[in-house]
T-cell receptor, first 112, second 111 residues
Framework: DTEVTQTPKHLVMGMTNKKSLKCEQH?????MYWYKQKAKKPPELMFV???????INESVPSRFSPECPNSSLLNLHLHALQPEDSALYLC???????????FGQGTRLTVV | GEDVEQSLFLSVREGDSSVINCTYT??????LYWYKQEPGAGLQLLTY?????DMKQDQRLTVLLNKKDKHLSLRIADTQTGDSAIYFC???????????FGGGTRLMVKP
């Protein structure tokens, strides 16, 4: 099983809403990531969790709040987003440093 | 910081070989990756190469690495219309878990 599962696949939310994106992997990977991808651009790293601890926060605004409840799950809590936050949000996992990363299919987020 | 560059676009005919090129600047890169992204989908890991290798072959895919010139290429033999997608190269430095992506090359395969 080399699958990273993200839910929901699509999400439309208003600027005053609170929502969460979910990511799950059962490969025993100890590093998990959130990336943001705008159209026709490469993915941009947002957060890295290593052994369930936040190890990298790439200066992401506080309206994005990551959470890693256990080694298989990664959430991204969203609050008071702006229309420019509309993008494809990708979750990835890897066994650890220096190894391949597997990506989920992404959540297409639209902020209205 | 690290930089990864790719050409924007490549068009080939079905059955031909495709070669997608990538250059990077981080001399401490440990692994280099090729990902494929179809419209509206996530990134699919195609293959990767460790920095002490210079070639890796996997069915129709051949990865060549010139570490001296910091140049990576992906050759797709017998390209099919289903290979049409955006291809991203990415590198992982020695410093941590981060991947640095190139801007992506859009491959168009004409029948």
């Amino acid at each position: 099983d080399t699958e990273v599962t993200q839910t929901p696949k699509h999400l439309v939310m208003g600027m005053t809403n609170k929502k969460s994106l979910k990511c799950e992997q059962h490969m025993g990977h100890r590093a998990m990531y959130w990336y943001k991808q705008k159209a026709k651009k490469p993915p941009e790293l947002m957060f890295v969790y290593s052994y369930e601890k936040l190890s990298i926060n790439e200066s992401v605004p506080s309206r994005f709040s990551p959470e890693c409840p256990n080694s298989s799950l990664l959430n991204l809590h969203l609050h008071a987003l702006q229309p420019e936050d509309s993008a494809l949000y990708l979750c990835a996992s890897s066994p650890g440093r220096g190894t391949e990363a597997f990506f989920g299919q992404g959540t297409r987020l639209t902020v209205v | 910081g690290e930089d990864v560059e790719q050409s924007l676009f490549l068009s080939v005919r079905e059955g031909d070989s495709s070669v997608i090129n990538c250059t990077y600047t981080d001399s401490s890169s440990t692994y280099l990756y090729w990902y494929k992204q179809e419209p509206g989908a996530g990134l699919q890991l195609l293959t990767y190469i460790f920095s002490n290798m210079d070639m890796k072959q996997d069915q129709r895919l051949t990865v060549l690495l010139n570490k001296k010139d910091k140049h990576l290429s992906l050759r797709i033999a017998d390209t099919q219309t289903g290979d049409s997608a955006i291809y991203f190269c990415a590198e992982r430095g020695n410093a941590g878990n981060m991947l640095t992506f190139g801007g992506g090359t859009r491959l168009m395969v004409k029948p």
